[in-house]
């Protein structure tokens, strides 16, 4: 279990993650995307993180309400509603909690997959951040069945996030820009799935799991 001040620092750490993986992120989308992914990763994290900074007192949904709302605000086009709606999911998962543990993480980001679903239309298999949502999703939730505490869950959605990103490889792309390409994206991965593999990362490394390198997927 989090409190609602640790929240806040594992938020600005999320943030301090996406600004250091910039390039990389971009790296990935230059290929089959608009090159752009990264930076704009990058920009809606530190309009947050400043926020967070700026924030003396506040709930753990206040704080994941916060970075969700900055990211719609700030981020340009359809990602700033994708990835918003994430961290929007969590803190409606957090409302009349003090504290932020395996329940709220997992029906946060089961609805979060929901959200991204409805509003871009993806699904399993269209080489998007759904293919790394979903995946995360369903090991959440099995481990709240379980009953797992929240590190051992986060081991699990670690592992089911990172083969979500690699079964994009093999993938014809089906939304976005990348649609265009058709089999010329096979053999790359999506960048909206690398970012959501790197989220849950983060996660975990705050938790002080083994998941606590930063190397590229």
């Known amino acids: 279990m989090l409190n609602s001040n640790q929240v806040k620092e594992m938020l600005i750490d999320i943030a301090d993650m996406y600004i250091e993986k910039k390039e990389e992120l971009s790296k990935y989308d230059a290929v089959i995307g608009d090159g752009d992914h990264g ?3 990058a ?3 530190k309009a947050a993180k400043e926020k967070l900074i700026n924030t003396e ?3 753990c949904r206040d704080y ?3 970075y969700g709302r900055t990211l719609v605000s700030t981020i340009g086009g359809a990602m700033g509603p994708l990835f918003g709606s994430i961290f929007l999911e969590l803190s409606k998962a957090c409302k009349g909690n003090e504290t932020f ?3 709220e993480l997992s029906i946060g980001i089961s609805e979060a997959e929901k959200k991204v679903c409805d509003l871009g239309g993806a699904k399993v298999g269209d080489k998007t951040m759904v293919d790394a949502l979903h995946p995360t999703a369903e090991a959440l939730m099995e481990a709240k069945k379980n009953e797992d505490d929240l590190q051992k869950a986060l081991k699990k959605a670690v592992e089911a996030a990172k083969l979500g990103v ?3 490889i093999p993938l014809v792309a089906k939304r976005g820009r990348s649609k265009y390409l058709q089999e010329k994206a096979i053999g790359h991965q999506d960048a909206g799935a690398t970012s959501i593999y790197y989220l849950i990362k983060e996660i ?3 938790l ?3 998941g606590s390198d930063k190397s590229e997927i």
């Open 57 to 59: 007192e506040g709930t």
């Open 166 to 168: 690699q079964s994009t």
């Open 204 to 206: 975990d490394r705050y």
């Open 101 to 103: 543990g395996i329940n």
């Open 208 to 210: 002080g799991n083994k």
């Open 64 to 66: 994941f309400k916060l």
């Open 39 to 41: 930076i704009t990763m």
């Open 43 to 45: 920009r809606g994290a």
